[in-house]
């Protein structure tokens, strides 16, 4: 842990805001492809299924954020709330995507595909556990439910992640294995969250 401490200095420089910064950069590169012609032959699809996985990754990055404090003493909690936000906006525009882009936004097809398709229900699983996660990542939100209701609540980032990784794994289809790959670091983080460190209480 000693190794961190160096890293944790230089961090606590960085303003928070950096986060929402850093994690915008995959959007604003994508966008660029978008308008180039750099997401190939089916760049609807192309967006849609890269803004669901970088939502994904920042999904489980901010899962990772309280092991490594607890595990390895680098401490990233100033960056999870950017973290969180930025992956339910990943989730919002993936989810435009398909239903603007893709759908043609008719309720009807939306609807049918919501009800049809397992890996399309489970992804819209995902959306409505993480959407009260986004709507009280502030601190008026925390003050008006209290710390201790907020910190519940913020459980739900546990069956959304899980419901995220089945959904990518569904949509995949054929052996799946970098979906599968994900689910495996979720249900690892999960696991590292029940052990119980001596003198450490789980937080």
């Known amino acids: 842990m000693a190794a961190a401490q160096p890293i944790n200095a230089a961090l606590r420089r960085v303003p928070a805001g950096v986060g929402y ?64 936000v930025m992956a339910f906006v990943y989730v919002v525009l993936h989810l435009m995507v398909w239903a603007v882009l893709d759908m043609g936004l008719r309720a009807d097809l939306i609807w049918k595909d919501i009800l049809k398709r397992p890996y399309i229900t489970i992804g819209m699983l995902a959306f409505v556990l993480m959407l009260p996660l986004a709507l009280t990542s502030n601190d008026l939100a925390v003050r008006r439910i209290g710390a201790a209701a907020w910190a519940r609540l913020q459980k739900l980032v546990y069956p959304a992640a899980l419901a995220a990784a089945v959904h990518f794994m569904l949509l ?32």
């Not at 492809?33 to 489980?60: C, K, N, Y």
Request: charged content about 15%; proline content about 6%.
């Open 21 to 84: 910064l850093v994690c915008a950069i995959p959007a604003l590169a994508l966008l660029y492809g978008m308008f180039s012609g750099g997401l190939g032959v089916d760049p609807i699809r192309t967006l849609e299924h890269d803004l669901g996985q970088w939502a994904l990754r920042l999904v489980i990055a901010v899962l990772c954020v309280s092991p490594l404090r607890r595990w390895g003493g680098l401490n990233l909690m100033k960056f999870r709330r950017s973290l969180g």
């Open 172 to 203: 995949v289809k054929a052996w799946p294995l970098e979906p599968m790959i994900y689910l495996v670091i979720i249900v690892v983080l999960l696991g590292l969250r029940m052990i119980r460190r001596p003198g450490r209480v789980t937080t």
